[in-house]
């Protein structure tokens, strides 16, 4: 399962917001690291630098020097909707009569086809094949006297998940769709304001968290201060894995830090599905604090059996064939001298397609791991998401296709256990109201296209994509 993006905004006076935006997505990058951008404005005009790669690899100090202003945003990305290349990274501007925007986007848009089909017959022309850029101009084809209500016309039109961070030349903005299905929050730095993907980035650049921005709400910053818009009494759906794999545990969500929740997971698979080993292990780093959290409910000890090289994945060198065939052992490296004759529990966050978890199983027992009992934050995975996660199709999916045992079989496990959701819904102890659950129960919060491609708009009409702007 890949990530989505991680979006960041500020907007305050006497400091190098460039560089705080810089470091604020460095604290996003598990989020997206397809590309990075950053937008910035003095109050006269925007500017922009966007590049592939990680946020250490997008910029270089001289990108940074050029990037001079008061408001600024940041955006790290992972491709949901559109290819991964330059033209569509973010943030995008667009302008249209006199109003010129900057917007980064976490999320993806349901009726993004249709809604570009339409804007291109209003004369708006398309550069990227992204859903975010179909927000900008729905944005700017909206109307309203202001940008504020421009968004709130916009909202009503937009139809799937979007946690948005929003700048003209003197205002900065933030705006989440009504169901929350990503997460997004406002913090305070100095006398001034910011807006993230999650907390973890405002504690990276020594900003306070205020408050969550609310699904359904635009929160607009300018010299006169903040005002919120708020629209009440639709159905929330935040998203169920924020909480077991995508947020950073160091983050708040709903007034949870989620390294207790992850814990809370691991106690209540160990009640549901308690075994007799020797010793307790997460598959770093996100199933860590299961781990401890099995651990410490069952009585088992907890070692590290799995070291993990944090910087594969992270270079754009294809590995020749001898490396490519090791597999997983290029990610994770087993301490055969701790698991050799040991009977484990191994914690895992998820299982979807079930590419990664056989390998780590076979590393387990090679290095000498007596028996391997899996136990999965996660119950099992039956349907994709269509709201911002790169998951995958349904027939891909694992759980979509075999039964538990055949799961366990299949991964040369000795046990299966997946936390049950009600086990899941106590961990995380929030209203099961609040989330969605359709990747494992099928009920999507809203009407889906089962047919949806993350490449949908590259088949538009060429005359679609390309030409001046209106």
Known sequence: MHENCGVFGIRTQGIDIARL??????????????????????GNGIKIHTNMGLVSQAFTESDLAQLKGYIGIGHNRYSTRGSTQLVNAQPIIVNSEGLTLALAHNGNILNAKPLRHELH????RFYTSSDSEVIANLI??????????????????????????IMTQDKLIGARDSMGVRPLCLGTINSGWVIASESCALDHIGARLFR???????????????????????KKALCIF???????????????LLYQSRQAMGEMLAQEYP????????????ATAAGVGYSHASGIPYCEGLLKNRYVGRTFIEPDQRIRELGVQLKFN????????????????????????PRVVSLLRKAGAKEVHLRICAPPIRYPCFLGVDMATEWELLAARKTIP?????????????LSLDGLIRAVDLPREIFCLACFTGDYPIPIQMGMDKLALETMPEEELIGSQK
């Open 140 to 165: 700017l084809a909206s109307p309203g006297k202001n940008c504020e209500e421009k968004i709130k016309y916009a909202m009503r039109r937009l139809r799937g998940a979007y946690s948005l961070v």
């Open 242 to 256: 924020e909480y077991i794999y995508f947020a950073r545990p160091d983050s708040i969500i709903q007034g949870k």
């Open 334 to 357: 087993p301490l055969s001298r701790i698991i050799a004759g040991k009977r484990l529990v191994v914690v895992d966050d998820s299982i979807v397609r079930g590419t990664t978890t």
């Open 275 to 286: 075994v007799d080993a020797d010793l307790v292990m997460g598959v770093p780093d996100s």
């Open 212 to 234: 969550e921005i609310e699904p359904g709400e635009i929160v607009a910053i300018d010299e006169s201060g903040i005002r919120s818009f708020r629209k009440k009494g639709s």
């Open 406 to 418: 055949e799961i366990r079989d299949y991964l040369d496990a000795d046990s299966l256990g997946y």
């Open 21 to 42: 935006i810089f470091f604020a997505p460095f604290a996003l990058q598990h989020r997206g690291q397809e590309s990075a951008g950053i937008a910035v404005s003095d």
């Open 121 to 124: 017959e209003s004369g708006y």
